[in-house]
């Protein structure tokens, strides 16, 4: 994944604005299960939420390792929540298209 300029989070925070979280991080961390209903939602939805319950201290380091794991991009990380974005390989499923 590229890396996102400041004019790209910006659209796509805003865009995350109206998501709820589809994953939700829970007392078994970041497990191989996690990561693949990540992947999962970001091949469907291409820019997704992703909530800390637990593990709230390391929440920053999480998410860089999950983005790395799903070749994704953490877009920005607000309270206990990531967001994360991948463009569909498909262009033709894509429905973000970046400035």
């Not at 604005?17 to 994953?23: C, E, F, I, R, S």
């Not at 091949?43 to 799903?70: C, G, P, W």
Request: net charge positive; proline share 3%.
């Amino acid at each position: 994944m590229t890396e996102l300029t400041s004019k790209q989070r910006k659209q796509l925070s805003s865009l995350a604005n109206t998501l709820n979280p589809l994953v939700i991080v829970g007392g078994a961390g970041v497990t191989p299960s996690l990561e693949e209903k990540v992947a999962q939602c970001l091949n469907a939805h291409e820019l997704i939420k992703v909530k800390f319950n637990e593990f709230k201290d390391q929440k920053k380091e999480l998410s860089e390792t999950l983005a790395q794991k799903t070749d994704s991009a953490l877009v920005r990380l607000i309270g206990n929540v990531a967001i994360f974005y991948r463009p569909s390989d498909d262009e033709e499923k894509r429905h973000i298209i970046l400035k």
